[in-house]
């Protein structure tokens, strides 16, 4: 989605007092003027496409917090794996060259996954930063962030499971961003789903709209 087209899209929501979570894509100053122009927050993920930024905050961590009040840290055991994620805030902005280009923005964050995975004895580690014009409350981002992952893995997974996001070999211009947009368009329908009393999987229900046009036509209330 476009610069412009994201900004519309967000213009016409009712956003208040909800917490936007952005991928790096979105880490652009209009895009939060407008969030906070929504009476929003936003947390916006940085990434070296805004180099500049992505050095400073990354400088700005480089001495361990001691202020344990801004450190939040949690540990999930599950699925062959243990998971340790550590989530470090800071509210003093000086190591950003520009920090007031960016409306409301008021801390940055550091959040750091630790990975062990069971049956291969590998540990996996990534670090990720954001921008937030949340106060410094580590755990008030760190859920938020894991709540947008949450939700973007789970989208992923159905993508690519359900629909076979994965093995589309759709290259020319937009179609493939076109396509991906019907296909989310389409599972948010087959979510939604309530007609059938007996509870069906998203493959399982793409597989009887194609067979049955009653069916088909009623995920559309028609």
Same mark, same amino acid.
């Given at each position: ?45 940085? !990434?070296? +496409? ?6 400073? /905050? *990354? &400088?700005?961590?480089? =001495?361990? @917090?001691?202020? #344990? ?31 007031? !280009?960016? +409306? ?6 550091? /959040? *750091? &996954?630790?990975?062990? =995975?069971? @049956?291969?004895? #590998? ?100």
């Amino acid at each position: 989605m476009k610069l412009r087209q994201s900004q519309n899209f967000l213009k016409v929501l009712d956003l208040e007092n909800a917490i936007i979570t952005i991928d790096a894509m979105g880490c652009q100053t209009d895009i939060a003027e407008v969030i906070i122009e929504q009476k929003a927050d936003y947390i916006l993920a940085v !990434k070296e +496409n805004q180099k500049e930024l992505y050095q400073d /905050i *990354e &400088s700005a961590f480089l =001495i361990p @917090s001691k202020d #344990k009040s801004k450190i939040y840290i949690t540990e999930e055991v599950g699925s062959g794996r243990v998971e340790k994620r550590t989530c470090t805030v800071m509210d003093d902005l000086s190591h950003l060259l520009n920090p007031t !280009k960016w +409306n409301s923005l008021q801390s940055i964050a550091k /959040i *750091e &996954s630790e990975r062990f =995975i069971k @049956s291969t004895g #590998k540990t996996q580690k990534s670090t990720r930063f954001y921008i937030t014009s949340l106060p410094c409350d580590a755990k008030k981002i760190a859920d938020a962030v894991r709540s947008h992952w949450k939700i973007e893995n789970n989208l992923h997974w159905h993508l690519d499971v359900s629909f076979g996001e994965d093995k589309s070999r759709k290259r020319h211009k937009n179609a493939a961003q076109n396509f991906s947009s019907v296909l989310k368009l389409s599972l948010k329908i087959l979510l939604n789903e309530t007609i059938s009393p007996v509870k069906k999987s998203v493959r399982r229900k793409r597989k009887i709209a194609g067979w049955d046009n009653h069916y088909l036509l009623s995920l559309f209330n028609f």
